[in-house]
């Protein structure tokens, strides 16, 4: 299993040539992150992983993607968000409201780090 310390070690970071390129990362490792777990939501909510033959005939699927935007600490990013044939997908990670359109980076970023460190192909 790897540590945060491997994924940020000292020749990854020697990569960035200056504090911009190290923001512009971290900007594309938050969209990425939250759309990740948001698919993983909806495969949670479906019940099947994308393209599982389970997922066949069940009554409800994946039915694309929309567009949200998202103010975080890096700025306004915008995610795709994925959606159900059944409308009944309600993501946690981010919610269906104005209001909640911040997220807490810090449990967004652990959570990407625990899914890179203890995935099936860790």
């Given at each position: 299993m790897m540590s945060?310390?491997?994924i940020l070690n000292a020749e990854f970071l020697?990569?960035?040539k200056d504090s911009g390129e190290f923001a512009s990362?971290?900007?594309e490792l938050y969209v990425r992150g939250t759309e990740k777990m948001l698919e993983g939501e909806l495969d949670a909510h479906l019940?099947?992983?994308k393209y599982s033959a389970?997922?066949?005939n069940t009554g409800n699927s994946r039915n694309g993607k929309t567009s949200k935007k998202l103010k975080s600490k890096y700025g306004e990013v915008e995610i795709e968000v994925p959606r159900d044939r059944a409308g009944s997908f309600e993501p946690v990670v981010v919610r269906n409201c104005w209001a909640c359109g911040f997220l807490?980076?810090?449990a967004l970023l652990s959570g990407w780090v625990y899914l890179l460190t203890s995935g099936p192909e860790a």
């Open positions: 945060k310390e491997d020697k990569l960035f990362f971290m900007e019940g099947y992983e389970e997922g066949r807490n980076q810090r």
